[in-house]
């Protein structure tokens, strides 16, 4: 059974930086990419960033592109990264990992696995 858990969260004040850390077992990351997702209170999920499984490339959604970066760890594999600098308050919200098909850098599909969440609050 494949699972994500995702750790990093927490709060920032506007900003500021964050990492968070995704780390999947029984997932074939040869077969799938890995996407970040994030859900505001009374907003529908939203696709923030992917990276692709062949060759790396990553796909970021408009208001995060130059604040926002994607990273795999090539050595520890099942490892995805998400380093979030100059935080706003809009970015709050409960940020999911994925397991994917990463279309970098228009988009993804094929969502398969979902991670937990975890909660990132920037205050103002």
């Known amino acids: 059974q494949a699972q994500l858990v995702e750790s990093g969260g927490g709060l920032v004040q506007s900003g500021g930086s964050l990492r968070l850390s995704c780390a999947a077992s029984?997932?074939?990351?040869?077969?799938?990419?890995i996407g970040w997702f994030r859900q505001a209170p009374g907003k529908e999920r939203e696709g923030v960033s992917c990276?692709?499984?062949?060759?790396?490339?990553?796909?970021y959604l408009d208001s995060v592109k130059g604040r926002f970066t994607i990273s795999r760890d090539n050595a520890a594999k099942n490892m995805v990264y998400l380093q979030m600098n100059s935080l706003k308050p809009e970015d709050t919200a409960i940020y999911y990992c994925?397991?994917?098909?990463?279309?970098?850098?228009?988009?993804?599909?094929?969502?398969?696995?979902w991670g937990e969440g975890t909660l990132v609050t920037v205050s103002s």
């Open positions: 990276i692709s499984v062949s060759d790396g490339s990553t796909y």
């Open positions: 994925a397991a994917l098909r990463c279309l970098a850098p228009h988009g993804y599909y094929g969502v398969d696995y």
């Open positions: 029984g997932v074939i990351l040869n077969s799938y990419g």
